[in-house]
């Protein structure tokens, strides 16, 4: 149910937050490991903030709760699974794209949800 709420509201969200972005997609690792680089993923409305770091962990809180999981880098990629105060996250593998201090992961390889991020 919080899961479902945080998901509502982070679409509300996005939809108040200047869809005119430009993003580029983020095509490798490396690439992706520069970006994230000393910095954090945060969505202040949520208190979320995630470390993603170049080991293959996740760690952060949302919401109050902790936040832990793993992801690796597949066929141009993020591919994570992760543990929200004990909800589990399954296993989903986004498109990623980056632009003006910001990332976007988009679920189901580009065709499901996004959520864009501050990176800080």
Do not use: H
Not at 5 to 13: G, N, Q
Not at 73 to 99: H, K, S
Request: a negative charge.
């Amino acid at each position: 149910m919080v899961l479902r709420r945080l998901t509502a509201a982070t679409t509300v969200f996005l939809a108040f937050t200047g869809a005119a972005q430009a993003f580029e997609r983020v095509t490798s690792v490396d690439s992706f490991n520069a970006l994230m680089s000393g910095k954090e993923l945060r969505l202040g409305i949520y208190g979320l903030a995630l470390s993603v770091t170049p080991d293959g962990q996740i760690r952060g809180r949302a919401v109050g709760s902790d936040v832990t999981g793993s992801w690796s880098w597949q066929n141009g990629y993020f591919c994570r699974e992760m543990d929200w105060g004990g909800t589990e996250i399954p296993y989903n593998c986004q498109l990623v794209e980056a632009g003006d201090g910001k990332m976007r992961f988009t679920t189901d390889q580009g065709a499901g949800d996004d959520a864009t991020f501050n990176l800080r």
